[in-house]
C-alpha cells in the first residue's frame, strides 16, 4: 500500500532523489527543523543546497541555511562511547540516541500546474524532505529564452540552470558585491554580455582598469576576450587615454575630452573627499562660477597674484579657501583629456552610440588608478547625459515610440559616488533613488557595501554577491531581505572563487550559484545567441503574471 502511495505522488511530482528526512518543527519566520534519516551522510550537505518538501499538495522548494547534531539523551554528551573500540556502538546510537537535523528555509510554493507562489503558509509535521532535483529547479528558474539568460548553476546540480529575468534585472539598479579577488569583474563580464546578447538595455561602462573593452589577463596570465572582442559592432570603446589603447591594441572608436569650461561646481562637489574640499571651498566655486561664467576655472589658474588679492578684499570669499581651491585645481593640470578647448563633444558622441543601440565601454588607460580622474569624468559624463534622458523622456509623454532604450551605467568602486556623505551631491546618488523613472539604472560593483549610503542599498533591486567576510557588508547587503539570518550563513560561506548568491528583483527567490565560466564555451554561447541558435523555450513558469513584483 505504501509502496502504491509512493508510486502515485512520484506520478504527480516527478521521480525524487534521495530522501533526507522528514519536518519535526518550525514557523513560518524562523523556518523548518528536518530530522535526517539514519542512513543520510551529514557530511554530503552544504548549507545553500536546496531541498524540496513534498507536502499532500504543494511543493515547499527551500535553502538549508543550517546544519546540527542533536540528542534524545543528554547523558551522551557527557559519557560519549568509546567507538574507536568498538565501531559498532556508533551504529547503534546513530538514528535512535543521536542523530543530525537541518534548519531549512521556504522559499517558494510550488502549486499544481507548476504554478510558483510566495511561501505563505508551512507544510504539516512529518512531511518528506528530497534534495531538489532538475525538475524542481526548472520549475523555479524556469528555461533560457530571449528574455531569461543563464548565469549559472545551483550548487551540486550543475547540469541545470539558474536563469535570470534581463528586463527586470535593467530595470532597476544592480549591484555586483565581493571581497578583492572574488571576480567581481568577471561576474559584471557576464552580466553585461548577457545584456548585450539579448538587447535588454544598453550599457555605458565606465570601464576603471580596462576589464571590459578589449581584452583582459585572467589570473593564469592568459589572455580573455572583452565585450567588444565578444560582440565587435554592437560595442564601442571610448577612451580617455589613446596612448595606452594603441599600446594594449584595443581598437578604440573614440577619444573622450573634457574643457576646462565644462567642468561645473557640481562637478566638484563629487570630488569632496577625494580632492579634500571644504564646504568653504566649495561655496567660492560656486561664487567664482557665478562671476566669471564657464570660464572660471582657466581663469583662476591663470590669475595674477593682484587679481587675487582683488578678489579678496572685494568679495565675500575666504582668501585661505580661495588658496586652498587653486592647489586642488592644478591638479587637473596632470590629466591631459581636459584640455582649454576640446574638438568633439564627449557627451553627444556617446549619446548618438547609445541612440543607435551601440554599448559604450569609456576605457581610463592610466587614469584608472587616479580616482579623482575617475570620479570627474563619470560625474561629469553621467549627469550630462542623465540631463538628455530627461528631456528626451519629457519630450515622448504619450508617444511612446520616442522614449530612449534603456540605460545601464556601470560603475566601479561604487561606494566613492554613493557614500552616506556625498551620495546627494552625485548624479549617481540621484539616479539610485529615481528607480526606473528616467529609464537610467546602475550597475555598481564595490567591495565594500556597508560604505554606500542606506537608501542607495534599499534601492538597489538585484544584487549579485560573491563572499563577504566582514559582517557589516554582509548586512549591508541583505538589508531589507526575508530570512535575513539563514541567508547570512550561506553568504559567509561561499567559496572565494565563482560562487556567488543572487537576491533581488530578476530572480524570483535567493539562490546560490557556482557563475558561469568566462571562458571558449562562453563565447560560443554568446555566438549561438546572437545568431539565434541555442535559445531554449518557456521560461513561464518563472514569474507568471508580468506585473508580479518579486520577493524581495
Not at 231 to 237: C, D, G, R, T
Not at 409 to 435: M, N
Not at 511 to 539: H, L, N, W
Given at each position: 500500500?505504501?509502496?502504491?502511495?509512493?508510486?502515485?505522488?512520484?506520478?504527480?511530482?516527478?521521480?525524487?532523489?534521495?530522501?533526507?528526512?522528514?519536518?519535526?518543527?518550525?514557523?513560518?519566520?524562523?523556518?523548518?527543523?528536518?530530522?535526517?534519516?539514519?542512513?543520510?551522510?551529514?557530511?554530503?550537505?552544504?548549507?545553500?543546497?536546496?531541498?524540496?518538501?513534498?507536502?499532500?499538495?504543494?511543493?515547499?522548494?527551500?535553502?538549508?541555511?543550517?546544519?546540527?547534531?542533536?540528542?534524545?539523551?543528554?547523558?551522551?554528551?557527557?559519557?560519549?562511547?568509546?567507538?574507536?573500540?568498538?565501531?559498532?556502538?556508533?551504529?547503534?546510537?546513530?538514528?535512535?540516541?543521536?542523530?543530525?537535523?537541518?534548519?531549512?528555509?521556504?522559499?517558494?510554493?510550488?502549486?499544481?500546474?507548476?504554478?510558483?507562489?510566495?511561501?505563505?503558509?508551512?507544510?504539516?509535521?512529518?512531511?518528506?524532505?528530497?534534495?531538489?532535483?532538475?525538475?524542481?529547479?526548472?520549475?523555479?528558474?524556469?528555461?533560457?529564452?530571449?528574455?531569461?539568460?543563464?548565469?549559472?548553476?545551483?550548487?551540486?546540480?550543475?547540469?541545470?540552470?539558474?536563469?535570470?529575468?534581463?528586463?527586470?534585472?535593467?530595470?532597476?539598479?544592480?549591484?555586483?558585491?565581493?571581497?578583492?579577488?572574488?571576480?567581481?569583474?568577471?561576474?559584471?563580464?557576464?552580466?553585461?554580455?548577457?545584456?548585450?546578447?539579448?538587447?535588454?538595455?544598453?550599457?555605458?561602462?565606465?570601464?576603471?582598469?580596462?576589464?571590459?573593452?578589449?581584452?583582459?589577463?585572467?589570473?593564469?596570465?592568459?589572455?580573455?576576450?572583452?565585450?567588444?572582442?565578444?560582440?565587435?559592432?554592437?560595442?564601442?570603446?571610448?577612451t580617455l587615454d589613446e596612448e595606452s589603447s594603441r599600446r594594449r591594441q584595443a581598437k578604440t572608436d573614440f577619444v573622450v575630452q573634457l574643457a576646462y569650461s565644462d567642468i561645473e561646481p557640481q562637478d566638484l562637489a563629487a570630488l569632496r573627499q577625494t580632492m579634500d574640499l571644504s564646504d568653504t571651498m566649495l561655496d567660492a566655486a560656486y561664487r567664482l562660477r557665478q562671476m566669471w561664467g564657464r570660464g572660471w576655472i582657466q581663469q583662476l589658474l591663470t590669475a595674477e597674484p593682484d587679481l587675487i588679492e582683488d578678489l579678496i578684499n572685494t568679495t565675500t570669499i575666504n582668501g585661505a579657501a580661495l588658496s586652498a581651491l587653486i592647489r586642488r585645481l592644478e591638479r587637473f593640470k596632470r590629466f591631459d583629456f581636459i584640455v582649454p578647448e576640446k574638438v568633439d563633444d564627449s557627451v553627444q558622441a556617446i549619446l548618438n552610440m547609445l541612440e543607435q543601440g551601440m554599448h559604450v565601454i569609456l576605457e581610463f588607460g592610466r587614469y584608472g588608478n587616479n580616482l579623482t580622474a575617475y570620479i570627474l569624468v563619470a560625474n561629469y559624463l553621467t549627469r550630462r547625459i542623465r540631463e538628455r534622458y530627461v528631456e528626451?523622456?519629457?519630450?515622448?509623454?504619450?508617444?511612446?515610440?520616442?522614449?530612449?532604450?534603456?540605460?545601464?551605467?556601470?560603475?566601479?568602486?561604487?561606494?566613492?559616488?554613493?557614500?552616506?556623505?556625498?551620495?546627494?551631491?552625485?548624479?549617481?546618488?540621484?539616479?539610485?533613488?529615481?528607480?526606473?523613472?528616467?529609464?537610467?539604472?546602475?550597475?555598481?560593483?564595490?567591495?565594500?557595501?556597508?560604505?554606500?549610503?542606506?537608501?542607495?542599498?534599499?534601492?538597489?533591486?538585484?544584487?549579485?554577491?560573491?563572499?563577504?567576510?566582514?559582517?557589516?557588508?554582509?548586512?549591508?547587503?541583505?538589508?531589507?531581505?526575508?530570512?535575513?539570518?539563514?541567508?547570512?550563513?550561506?553568504?559567509?560561506?561561499?567559496?572565494?572563487?565563482?560562487?556567488?548568491?543572487?537576491?533581488?528583483?530578476?530572480?524570483?527567490?535567493?539562490?546560490?550559484?557556482?557563475?558561469?565560466?568566462?571562458?571558449?564555451?562562453?563565447?560560443?554561447?554568446?555566438?549561438?545567441?546572437?545568431?539565434?541558435?541555442?535559445?531554449?523555450?518557456?521560461?513561464?513558469?518563472?514569474?507568471?503574471?508580468?506585473?508580479?513584483?518579486?520577493?524581495?
Open positions: 500500500m505504501a509502496k502504491k502511495a509512493a508510486n502515485e505522488l512520484d506520478q504527480f511530482f516527478g521521480v525524487r532523489s534521495p530522501r533526507l528526512g522528514v519536518v519535526t518543527g518550525g514557523s513560518l519566520n524562523r523556518g523548518l527543523d528536518v530530522r535526517l534519516d539514519p542512513d543520510v551522510d551529514v557530511e554530503m550537505l552544504a548549507v545553500g543546497r536546496y531541498v524540496v518538501v513534498h507536502a499532500q499538495h504543494k511543493r515547499f522548494f527551500c535553502m538549508i541555511t543550517d546544519i546540527s547534531l542533536d540528542n534524545t539523551n543528554v547523558q551522551i554528551t557527557m559519557t560519549p562511547p568509546d567507538v574507536q573500540s568498538n565501531p559498532y556502538l556508533a551504529d547503534v546510537y546513530r538514528g535512535t540516541t543521536t542523530f543530525a537535523t537541518i534548519h531549512i528555509a521556504p522559499m517558494l510554493i510550488i502549486g499544481e500546474n507548476n504554478t510558483v507562489e510566495p511561501v505563505r503558509t508551512i507544510p504539516p509535521h512529518f512531511q518528506e524532505v528530497w534534495t531538489a532535483t532538475e525538475r524542481d529547479i526548472n520549475d523555479v528558474f524556469g528555461d533560457e529564452d530571449e528574455n531569461h539568460f543563464n548565469i549559472g548553476s545551483p550548487l551540486e546540480l550543475l547540469d541545470t540552470q539558474v536563469n535570470v529575468n534581463l528586463k527586470r534585472l535593467t530595470e532597476r539598479s544592480v549591484g555586483v558585491f565581493g571581497k578583492s579577488g572574488t571576480g567581481k569583474s568577471y561576474l559584471t563580464r557576464v552580466l553585461l554580455s548577457g545584456i548585450i546578447a539579448r538587447n535588454a538595455a544598453v550599457n555605458l561602462v565606465f570601464d576603471m582598469h580596462n576589464d571590459y573593452g578589449w581584452t583582459v589577463f585572467n589570473e593564469e596570465g592568459l589572455q580573455d576576450k572583452g565585450l567588444k572582442q565578444l560582440f565587435m559592432s554592437k560595442v564601442a570603446i571610448f528626451r523622456i519629457e519630450a515622448s509623454l504619450g508617444d511612446e515610440s520616442k522614449q530612449p532604450p534603456q540605460l545601464l551605467i556601470t560603475i566601479e568602486e561604487a561606494h566613492k559616488f554613493l557614500d552616506p556623505q556625498i551620495a546627494r551631491q552625485t548624479i549617481f546618488g540621484t539616479i539610485a533613488r529615481e528607480l526606473r523613472k528616467y529609464k537610467v539604472t546602475l550597475l555598481v560593483v564595490d567591495q565594500r557595501p556597508s560604505a554606500i549610503d542606506e537608501e542607495v542599498m534599499s534601492q538597489i533591486g538585484t544584487r549579485v554577491t560573491a563572499l563577504l567576510d566582514n559582517e557589516r557588508d554582509i548586512s549591508a547587503v541583505l538589508m531589507g531581505v526575508s530570512g535575513a539570518q539563514g541567508l547570512r550563513e550561506v553568504l559567509a560561506r561561499l567559496d572565494t572563487r565563482q560562487q556567488a548568491i543572487v537576491l533581488g528583483h530578476a530572480v524570483p527567490m535567493p539562490v546560490v550559484i557556482k557563475t558561469r565560466s568566462y571562458d571558449a564555451a562562453f563565447y560560443a554561447a554568446m555566438t549561438g545567441i546572437i545568431k539565434g541558435k541555442g535559445v531554449k523555450k518557456g521560461g513561464k513558469a518563472l514569474y507568471g503574471d508580468e506585473d508580479f513584483e518579486g520577493f524581495d
